[in-house]
């Protein structure tokens, strides 16, 4: 549906409610870079496809994530014995199914028992594809991460999807639509750091093509100890987010990330909608004003017809 001409007012509390309908799957493309531009400069790529779930026996959120495809390092597949055996041996966790807190953020890792009656079949596959003492040093480590769950929910706090994707975004913003949280995503390991304390601000109407927008901005928060008030490291945050207007599920992210002195790291993450075939990504755009939660009210046709771009074009602006 090309709504691209019209924009959508939001009024009330400027609340974001998800309203994903359980059992429904969307597809995605994940970018990874870190480091970009530079000599050490490495990108991860791959397809992973999230299913909103019926909640769980308490009551839970659910989600599934799946990758769906190969994970390419460098437009390549793994080619050490090393990288190839820990993907072989990731693969383990997958489908994975998390809980989400009531805004949206990463909670828990909800299938481990799943996870764990996988384990023997992947072994027997790493066994018959590896070998040498580097496979059952990796095996060992592996069945000790998965036999504690608190292992497995540490390691998927430092998983670069997950920790984008999987934000607290659904709350009320007040009535400036701006509020403010602290984030820690992988690239922070410095136990001396808070995270990046961040201002989250909503979009007052959809922008040209009929999305949502939230941005995040973050520097570095310090834990507050005059110890280390001389070797503080100095970071930053940017987030993008374009969101469904209807359904307010995620239809891509940009962020950016830098962290550390005198030595900084930089990584980017970009995940992408992929249209289900023969369809645009905002197919689905149309508004209803009777939809449970919905605070639009009223759709305004701005500057009339507007030359329509192409599916990138359009979904990131340019």
Same mark, same amino acid.
């Given at each position: ?9 939001? #009024? ?14 969307? !597809?995605?493309? /994940?970018?990874?870079?870190?480091? $970009? ?7 991860v790529?791959?397809?992973a ?15 599934? @994530? ?23 041996l ?12 009531? *805004? ?18 992947? !072994? &027997?596959? /790493?066994?018959? *594809?590896? $070998?040498?003492?580097?496979?059952? &040093? ?5 069945? !000790? ?23 607290p ?11 403010g ?7 922070v390991?410095?136990?001396? /750091? ?5 201002? $989250? ?15 995040? &901005? ?7 100890? %005059? ?23 995620? @239809? #891509?992210v =940009?962020? %950016? ?6 030595v900084?790291?930089?990584?980017? =993450? &970009? ?12 197919? %689905? ?14 759709? =305004?046709?701005v ?5 329509r !771009? ?9």
């Amino acid at each position: 549906m090309d709504i691209s001409n019209k924009t959508i007012y939001y #009024s009330g509390v400027n609340a974001l409610r998800l309203e994903w309908p359980a059992e429904l799957s969307v !597809k995605y493309g /994940v970018l990874i870079t870190f480091n $970009e531009g530079e000599e050490n400069s490495n990108e991860v790529k791959y397809e992973a496809k999230v299913t909103r779930l019926k909640p769980g026996t308490e009551g839970q959120p659910l989600f599934q @994530i799946e990758r769906v495809s190969d994970v390419f390092v460098n437009e390549m597949l793994p080619d050490l014995v090393a990288d190839r055996l820990a993907y072989a041996l990731g693969k383990v966790f997958y489908p994975l199914v998390i809980t989400v807190d009531q *805004n949206g953020g990463f909670q828990n890792i909800y299938n481990h028992q799943e996870i764990l009656k996988r384990w023997p079949t992947v !072994k &027997k596959r /790493v066994l018959d *594809n590896f $070998e040498g003492s580097l496979v059952e &040093k990796y095996i060992e480590r592996m069945e !000790k991460q998965l036999a504690n769950q608190d292992s497995i929910q540490f390691a998927f706090l430092n998983d670069w999807f997950i920790q984008a994707f999987f934000k607290p975004l659904y709350k009320e913003y007040g009535q400036h639509r701006i509020t403010g949280s602290i984030y820690k995503f992988p690239l922070v390991k410095d136990f001396n /750091v808070e995270g990046y304390i961040t201002e $989250e601000k909503l979009s007052g109407e959809t922008n040209s093509f009929g999305a949502i927008e939230l941005w995040h &901005k973050g520097v570095v928060k310090p834990l507050a100890d %005059d110890l280390y008030i001389a070797n503080r490291a100095a970071g930053e945050y940017e987030g993008y987010y374009l969101l469904h207007p209807k359904y307010r599920r995620i @239809i #891509s992210v =940009v962020s %950016d990330f830098s962290y550390g002195a005198p030595v900084g790291s930089k990584a980017k =993450v &970009k995940i992408t909608v992929i249209p289900e075939d023969g369809l645009e990504f905002d197919h %689905d755009f149309e508004l209803d004003t009777n939809v449970k939660g919905m605070s639009v009210t009223e759709m =305004v046709v701005v500057d009339g017809q507007r030359p329509r !771009k192409g599916f990138w074009g359009r979904l990131l602006n340019n």
